[in-house]
Nanobody, 124 residues
Framework: QVQLVESGGGQVQAGGSLRLSCAAS?????????MGWFRQAPGKERDFVAT????????DYADSVKGRFTISRDNAKNTVYLEMNSLKPEDTAVYYC????????????????WGQGTQVTVSS
């Protein structure tokens, strides 16, 4: 079991930056989990944004965020981050942190654990 708590969301103008954080807690070691970020815009399904494996040796990004977003993790702090630059109005969504012991399952959008989400709003 793992609990995930996101922070860092907010409102920003187009072209701006935000950094999201997701703090994990639970009985199992944080480095046992692949971690990821997903987002859900109003009226749309939840979509994959980025994932990172336990050792940070592998990352994957949605095409829509490549070159603008960076996922990273600090296993000593039990935290995963999403650095978001050059934000666009279409990035507006609730951003969810996710965790799973299996990278493929996480990447496929069916992780075992989800955070509660944090709102990101980008104004034009």
């Amino acid at each position: 079991q793992v609990q995930l708590v996101e922070s860092g969301g907010g409102q920003v103008q187009a072209g701006g930056s935000l950094r999201l954080s997701c703090a994990a807690s639970g009985r199992r070691t944080f480095s046992s989990y692949a971690m990821g970020w997903f987002r859900q815009a109003p009226g749309k399904e939840r979509d994959f944004v980025a994932t990172i494996n336990w050792s940070s040796s592998r990352t994957d990004y949605a095409d829509s965020v490549k070159g603008r977003f960076t996922i990273s993790r600090d296993n000593a702090k039990n935290t995963v981050y999403l650095e978001m630059n050059s934000l666009k109005p279409e990035d507006t969504a609730v951003y969810y942190c996710a965790a799973d012991a299996g990278y493929s399952r996480l990447r496929g959008g069916a992780p075992d654990y989800w955070g509660q989400g944090t709102q990101v709003t980008v104004s034009s």
